[in-house]
């Protein structure tokens, strides 16, 4: 009897598991129809697309869905203004959402507590709309969060200190809105964080030592908020810190502890209560403006400056002149480059007047040029300045004749020594030789006793870094566009290295050095940092590590020696970053393992952007990615040259023997292996892995 009833009460105890089993299988949650539902009822698409029966939900605009027809993009046009139907959307039907952004739509009310169950997001941009309340404490949630913004708002209240728990953030952005209280030491548990921004808030108390713990961060700015206190010397231990701004706060004591950031090249202090000394690092790389407004702070005389520089620089003349000049060129994200006028005694103002041409009226001593340019800029006035780096400030300048350029006008002041004069125009020589269309153009130069400055041609459209981090913008390069400006960062690289007299390395191609003209087209800049190779030694040399973070070829970390494939590996980064819409970040080392068989290639392009439809575009893009695989390989002598690369494009077409959707990262390595074996036998044996 007890036999039986066990058997029995085992049989119903199986019969409830299968059942159970059988309604979690047979009825998964939520189904794609209900998908298709919440977005049907969420009021976010004007009738004009919900009611044409024959479209999808997955064609709606700015809908992405995955291989299994589940929604995983939202990224709203911006003429959809939806309002107050933010809320409307029964976020907990969308289990597979990853990205979701509604940035610049007039979203008002505050920001819907059921945005917390998207389990998967990675990316949330709600900027520059009307939300108000404060940010729910639920968001701890989005524990695979990567991406924040919610600048440019009404939110209000106190930053949740659950924030903390999202461990994988990598970007913060609270600029311009009423937040309040004290910046959370939970703050340094977001130990992924490369930016964090707060700027523009109401907030209070002081700088959370925590920050220190922040090792990846890059880019910190506080300002315009009301906190007080000293900087934390914590601070000194973010070796990746690029940009620091703190101005208009409160803040006191000594900025000792910035001139340990050796890898900072933005800094603003200005309009606070500093006081004591500007450390010598910091008042040569960066302008008085960094500093005004701090009645206690002052800077040593140059007298005393001087005697410094000629006691710990005991070095031969010809490699103070060579360091001298290169660190004039540097400054990042704006304008260089190198193609002269010709600026010499012999350029006569009448042959101005004949060619009509405003550069060439630019004597040797600069002097035209210094009172034209006081004149344009109102003596440097600060509504002119559109960016400062390590070296210089950069003005944007209408001439009387109505042309616009770029300035850059240094920090310091070497004009004054009359040595300098002609160690710079030795070294400029060489650099008159670059001339490529894809190369930004250096249009002319003043030295005058009271500073110097470098003439640019301008760049309408910025930087692609700012470029791809513009939804709009990004749009607007679309992918004719992105594989055309990979094309010209290609050539341009190839002429520097293997067509100038002397082989150039410019050692900090990054999507900040790419400017952008008003057609989209590309330009290599800033070689503030480029080093020219001698032909009759070795074409390496070792130098201290410079570049931006994240673009570094990985040898420099242990060898310091710089060759041209320092920038191919550079390139290969931007190559990804252009194709990607962001940088590859940690997906670099991935893409480099076995585990890249499992990526597809379209599941990394950007996805802002539709699916390009054109074979010619599809084949270009798979090139591309191809030949950025290659250059991001970790063994310096696995890459290609620059040349190879430029030559790969209008002379190698790889056909597509499987549809776009299906191709991996992992073919496209191996074809790029076999390529490189053997490119003497025309890559044949690249083709016949395809």
Excluded at 368 to 377: F, K, V
Excluded at 435 to 457: A, D, P, W
Aim: aromatic share 8%; charged share 20%.
């Amino acid at each position: 009897m007890i036999s039986v009833i066990c058997n029995m009460s085992l049989a119903v105890l199986i019969t409830i598991v299968f059942s159970f089993y059988n309604s979690i299988v047979a009825a998964p949650a939520p189904s794609i129809e209900s998908e298709a539902s919440a977005l049907l009822h969420s009021g976010w698409w004007p009738p004009s697309v919900t009611s044409n029966t024959t479209s999808p939900h997955r064609a709606w605009p700015g809908v992405r869905c995955d291989a299994s027809g589940s929604i995983e993009r939202i990224v709203l046009p911006y003429e959809y203004r939806i309002g107050g139907n933010f809320s409307k959307m029964n976020f907990s039907l969308l289990p597979n959402l990853t990205f979701l952004d509604l940035s610049s739509n007039g979203l008002t009310g505050k920001i819907p507590l059921q945005i917390c169950t998207l389990s998967r997001l990675t990316k949330l941009k709600l900027f520059s709309n009307s939300l108000t309340g404060e940010l729910p404490p639920c968001v701890q949630k989005l524990t695979t969060l990567q991406y924040l913004d919610i600048s440019f708002n009404h939110i209000s209240g106190s930053i949740p200190p659950e924030l903390g728990r999202l461990q994988i953030l990598q970007y913060l952005n609270f600029t311009s809105n009423e937040l309040d209280g004290r910046i959370p030491s939970s703050i340094g548990k977001l130990t992924s964080l490369s930016n964090l921004c707060l700027q523009g808030n109401k907030l209070s108390g002081t700088i959370p030592s925590e920050i220190g713990d922040l090792r990846r961060l890059e880019h910190l700015d506080l300002s315009l908020n009301n906190l007080v206190g000293k900087i934390p010397v914590e601070l000194e231990k973010l070796s990746y810190l690029y940009s620091l701004d703190l101005h208009n706060n409160s803040l006191s004591g000594s900025i000792a502890t910035c001139k340990s950031l050796f890898s900072l090249n933005n800094l603003n202090l200005s309009y606070n209560r500093f006081k004591g000394p500007i450390p010598d690092n910091l008042s040569a790389a960066f302008p008085d403006t960094a500093f005004l407004g701090n009645k206690k702070l002052y800077q040593y005389r140059r007298r005393s400056s001087t005697i410094h520089y000629m006691m710990i620089i005991p070095l031969p003349a010809t490699f103070i002149s060579c360091i001298v000049i290169l660190s004039c060129f540097r400054f990042r994200r704006f304008l260089s480059c190198f193609r002269f006028q010709r600026a010499t005694k012999s350029v006569q103002p009448e042959t101005t007047k004949k060619d009509g041409n405003f550069l060439s009226i630019w004597n040797y001593d600069g002097r035209i040029a210094y009172e034209d340019i006081i004149n344009a800029t109102e003596d440097f006035d600060l509504k002119y300045c559109i960016g400062t780096g390590g070296y210089g400030s950069v003005y944007r300048v209408r001439l009387p004749n109505g042309k616009v350029v770029a300035l850059k006008k240094l920090h310091r002041l070497e004009a004054q020594d009359p040595s300098f004069d002609k160690s710079f125009r030795n070294e400029v020589k060489h650099l008159t030789e670059v001339r490529h269309r894809s190369i930004i153009k250096l249009h002319g130069f003043c030295l005058h006793r009271r500073c110097m400055f470098l003439i640019y041609e301008y760049m309408e459209n910025g930087s692609l870094f700012c470029v791809l981090r513009d939804d709009v913008e990004a749009v607007e390069m679309d992918w004719s566009k992105r594989v055309d400006l990979v094309c010209d960062v290609a050539h341009a690289l190839s002429y520097m290295h293997h067509d100038c007299t002397r082989p150039i390395v410019h050692r900090d191609i990054s999507s900040n050095n790419i400017l952008l003209n008003s057609k989209m087209q590309a330009f290599v800049s800033d070689f503030g940092t480029a080093r020219l190779l001698n032909h009759e030694s070795s074409s390496n040399f070792t130098a201290n590590i410079v570049g931006t973070y994240g673009y570094i070829a990985p040898e420099l970390a242990y060898t310091l020696v710089v060759n041209e494939k320092c920038d191919v590996y550079s390139f290969g980064v931007v190559a990804m970053e252009t194709m990607m819409g962001e940088h590859p970040g940690d997906i670099v080392s991935t893409l480099l393992k076995s585990s890249g068989e499992d990526i597809m290639l379209h599941k990394i392009l950007d996805q802002r952007l539709p699916f390009p439809r054109q074979n010619s575009l599809t084949r270009s893009i798979v090139l591309i990615v191809s030949l950025a695989l290659a250059c991001l390989s970790a063994n310096p002598k696995s890459r290609p040259t620059m040349r190879q690369v430029s030559e790969a494009f209008p002379a190698r077409k790889l056909p597509l023997a499987k549809p776009f959707h299906d191709i991996s990262l992992a073919q496209l390595r191996y074809i790029n292996r076999s390529w490189l074996e053997g490119e003497s036998t025309e890559a044949s044996s690249g083709r016949s892995h395809e």
